[in-house]
């Protein structure tokens, strides 16, 4: 699916950095008066998509700081089609029953098995869509922990890119993760995405 490290974004509207149009696989999220089902949802790639509906009785949203926002969705209703370009964690709520939260997991692409000396991609934007850099304001960091590291080291900083590699110099597994974040003012980061890379 991934043929090259250089995959690139769809690009996001209204400056929310997510976009409103379908691109890929698209998860389905149900909310009503006791919440969301899933509370976490997990696309399946970078470029996927997710759609709220309302199967309660009064109006209900999912807003997500300022990544996105559904807007309202009536009973019986669902929200516009939301896009997940990026790797990250969004943490969302209903602005109608704040005690109700949910999450979207997009998950970060690393080459899941390599041997030791070789060079792996670490893909954070974008998938076989359309693809261009990152919104203006937009911007991602990525760590890595290597075998037996007890901290995370950071190896890409405020990136606009879509894209890197990374050597693997030990055996064991080494792990990433990245976030969005908008610059701001004020700053707003997105939770981190894992994934893991086994080098023998």
Not at 51 to 80: C, E, K, L
Not at 92 to 118: M, Q
Not at 160 to 185: H, M, Q
Request: include cysteine; charge should be positive.
């Amino acid at each position: 699916m991934r043929g090259s490290a250089k995959l690139g974004l769809l690009v996001g509207v209204a400056a929310l950095g997510i976009a409103a149009a379908a691109c890929g696989y698209t998860r389905g999220v149900n909310v009503n008066e006791s919440g969301f089902s899933p509370r976490v949802g997990i696309v399946t790639d970078e470029c996927d998509s997710a759609v709220w509906h309302n199967t309660g009785s009064s109006t209900h949203s999912a807003t997500s700081n300022a990544f996105f926002d559904t807007g309202d969705i009536a009973p019986g209703g669902s929200s516009p089609t939301i896009d997940f370009p990026v790797a990250g964690t969004f943490h969302y709520r209903d602005a109608h029953h704040t005690k109700a939260t949910g999450s979207i997991v997009v998950p970060l692409y690393v080459t899941p098995s390599a041997a030791k000396g070789e060079s792996i991609a670490i893909v954070w934007n974008g998938d076989n869509c359309t693809a261009t850099a990152l919104p203006a304001g937009r911007r991602v960091d990525v760590q890595v922990k290597r075998p037996g590291a007890r901290h995370w080291r950071t190896i890409v900083s405020n990136s606009t890119g879509d894209s890197t590699a990374f050597t693997v110099r030990k055996k064991g597994n080494y792990k990433f993760r990245s976030r969005l974040e908008i610059a701001g003012p004020p700053v707003v980061d997105s939770g981190w995405s894992v994934a893991v890379c086994r080098v023998s």
